[in-house]
Every structure is written in C-alpha cells, then in structure tokens.
C-alpha cells in the first residue's frame, strides 16, 4: 500500500464539489490529530527508555562505590578512612536515587497508560475520514461518468439483451446455461465488467484517484488502530486503575 504523509492544498483540483473539498479538509485534520497522538505516544516511549537507562547507569555505579567500599573495609580492617566515608554517603544516594527512579518511572506509566488508547482512537477517526472521502469520490466519478455516457451505455446494454438473447434462444437441441435474454444479459455484464472490476488493482489506477491522496489510509495508522483495546478490555482497565487509586487515597 501506498501512503501520502500531507495532503497539498494546491492538488486539489477546483472541479471538485464542495462535499468533497469539505471530506478532504476533514481528513486533513483527522490526520493531523492522529500524527500529534502519536508523536506524543513515541516521545513518551522514548522518554521511559532513557529514564530507565539512568537508572541502570545509576545502579551500576552504586554497585561500583558499593564494591569499593566493601574493599576498602577489608583492606583496613574495618577502618573508616575518610575516602570510605565519601563512599558511604555516595552509595546511599545512589540507593535512595533508584528508589526515586522507581517512583518516577511508576508516575510516567501512570500518565502515559492512555496515550495509546487516544492514538488508536485518533487513527480509527482519520481512517474512518479518509474511506469516507475516497467512497463518496467514487460514487462522485461513477455518477459523472454516467451524467456523460450513462444513457449511451443503456442503450447499448438494451441492444445486447435483445441481439444476444434472440441468439441464445434461437440454439436448438440440449442447452446447458440459461438462454433468456435477461439471464444472458447479466452474464455479459459479469464477464465483461463485474469479473474485471472484481480482480481490478485501483491503487495502480491514478487517473481516478484524487491528487496527493492514496486509495488507502497511512499505513501506520492501520497498525496504530489494532492496538486499541476492545470495550470489555477498556472498561476492566479502567476499572483497575479506580481500584489503585481509591487504595492510595486510603
């Protein structure tokens, strides 16, 4: 699948009817939202990785005070040198920091425990948008093409029914498909454009596609929306969370 990050005010071509201009300007803006959600679930992923690489960083070097420390203890013979008290201040905020990683890391999954939830909601609406406009698009393209050649193609069907079904009719002996001039009919319009339609790939077709917007939505907003939790899933959550907070008001 194809994916078009912006959507140029200037492709719009003028010939567009108003109800499509106002869809493309909704899905712009539904794009937009769903973007900014999801800047602010990755800046906050991004945020908890390098709040947890601090704090490996600051357990690594508490453990290295911690193994001088306990060295120089030995080495002394249980003698408190003035390089060993420096250690022992050290290592305990060392300790106290990881306990204030752990707090803080807590705090950012706390707040952050929604932002995926609004990035899949965000990425539903755009997507919802976008299928919206490219449906009303095409309904637009088939009832100009019929303004243009819709009565042409009538009758041209109307003359086929008549021709090929008095073909059809006029087999004699055993037949094996339908022979009225309705059912041969249908079958020409399903060899000749239904099957085709059917088996037709329209993301190459971009002479009926509208300017700077692909057939399908961001492909990222696809995987963002597959990861919203189900109603029962949200509400058991949510559920949890009441139960954790009514706990720390206790």
């Not at 959507?7 to 106002?22: G, H, V, Y």
């Not at 704090?55 to 390089?83: C, H, I, S, V, Y």
């Not at 393209?141 to 073909?167: A, C, D, P, V, Y």
């Not at 696809?222 to 559920?239: N, T, W």
Request: aromatic share 6%; proline share 4%.
């Amino acid at each position: 699948m194809t994916t078009v990050n912006q959507i140029p005010d200037a492709n719009i071509t003028p010939s567009l009817p108003p109800k499509i201009r106002e869809a493309v300007d909704k899905v712009k803006v539904a794009k937009a939202v769903w973007q900014e959600e999801r800047r602010k679930q990755t800046e906050a992923a991004a945020m908890i990785e390098t709040i947890r690489k601090r704090q490996e960083d600051t357990k690594t070097e508490t453990q290295a005070l911690n193994d001088e420390w306990r060295n120089l203890f030995r080495e002394n013979q249980g003698n408190m040198t003035p390089r060993m008290k420096k250690l022992r201040a050290e290592i305990a905020l060392g300790r106290e920091t990881l306990d204030e990683f752990e707090d803080l890391l807590a705090a950012q999954a706390a707040e952050n425990e929604f932002l995926p939830w609004k990035t899949a909601d965000a990425a539903n609406h755009y997507i919802s948008e976008h299928n919206r406009l490219i449906e009303t698009h095409a309904v637009w393209l088939w009832n100009e093409f019929m303004k243009e050649h819709g009565q042409k193609l009538i009758q041209i069907l109307g003359l086929l029914k008549m021709t090929l079904g008095r073909s059809a009719s006029a087999v004699i002996g055993v037949v094996h498909t339908v022979n009225d001039p309705e059912s041969v009919l249908k079958q020409f319009i399903s060899e000749q454009l239904t099957t085709p339609a059917l088996s037709c790939n329209v993301s190459s077709t971009d002479y009926i596609t509208l300017p700077g917007i692909s057939i399908y939505a961001d492909d990222k907003a696809i995987q963002d929306a597959r990861q919203s939790p189900s109603p029962a899933a949200r509400s058991r959550m949510l559920k949890q969370r009441d139960m954790v907070k009514g706990g720390e008001k206790k």
